[in-house]
């Protein structure tokens, strides 16, 4: 079964606050963890991702936080604008499998102009 | 998405047809996965190949459905004699390696199947 989820289906914020997405993993041999971005009716779209050797990485007003004790991964984005609306998915690569990625089911996220 | 092509991007089929979806990874890759997604639903994992080798196909139905990665020209998803749950968006994605070798994978627009 799946071992990825996501606590919340549904997000809506402001323009200009920030969006926390989180993600819970029930795999203590996950290593390797991606955030993805999908716009309706277009492809997954790397956003940024993060090695099970690190707690925190960030790159364009994206941060991804990783709390392996609970297994709990993270993805904020700062200063939400209009054009972060899309489903976001947090994707997990189970160590052994070095190609394999299980994906939760997604959160819509909506920015109120 | 890092120059993964895919088409078509839509294509509709009556039941007991085929569908044939192609893909064509960034240049230089030689890593090819393909994931379905159903409506509202996460990316589920299907095949991974490398040049004409299928590496996995774990996540693929055994009836219907092939993939294939020749020496030469795009990454081939087959579905045969399609039925109506098969409808889904079809994603390619490519790396130069193995995601354990520090790189991460690129996905396509997708192929749209809708079977009527």
């Known amino acids: 079964g799946e071992s990825v989820g996501l606590h919340l289906p549904t997000l809506s914020v402001q323009e200009g606050d920030n969006s926390i997405i989180n993600c819970a993993y029930s795999?203590?041999?996950?290593?390797?963890f991606i955030w993805y971005k999908q716009e309706s009716g277009k492809g997954p779209q790397f956003i940024i991702d993060?090695?099970?050797?690190?707690d925190k990485r960030q790159g364009q007003r994206v941060t991804v936080l990783l709390n392996k004790t609970v297994k709990h991964l993270s993805l904020q984005i700062a200063a939400t604008q209009p054009g972060d609306s899309a489903v976001y998915f947090c994707?997990?690569?189970?160590?052994?499998?070095?190609?394999?990625?299980?994906f939760g089911k997604g959160t819509l996220l909506t920015v109120n102009p | 998405n890092a120059g993964v092509m895919q088409n078509p991007r839509h294509l509709v089929r009556r039941r007991g047809q085929e569908a044939r979806l192609r893909c064509s990874p960034v240049?230089?890759?030689?890593?090819v996965y393909w994931y379905r997604q159903l409506p509202e639903e996460g990316l589920k994992f299907m095949v991974y190949?490398?040049?004409?080798?299928?590496?996995?196909e774990s996540g693929m139905p055994k009836e219907r459905f092939s993939a294939e990665f020749p020496k030469e020209g795009p990454s081939i998803l087959r579905i045969q004699q399609v039925v109506r749950g098969d409808s889904a968006a079809y994603f390619c994605?490519?790396?130069?390696?193995?995601?354990?070798?520090?790189?991460?994978?690129?996905f396509g627009e997708g192929s749209w199947l809708t079977v009527v």
């Open positions: 994605a490519s790396s130069p390696s193995p995601i354990s070798s520090g790189n991460t994978i690129y």
């Open positions: 240049k230089g890759h030689s890593h």
């Open positions: 795999n203590s041999a996950s290593d390797y």
């Open positions: 993060i090695r099970s050797n690190m």
């Open positions: 994707a997990e690569n189970v160590g052994g499998s070095n190609y394999k990625l299980t």
């Open positions: 190949l490398q040049k004409e080798n299928i590496i996995d």
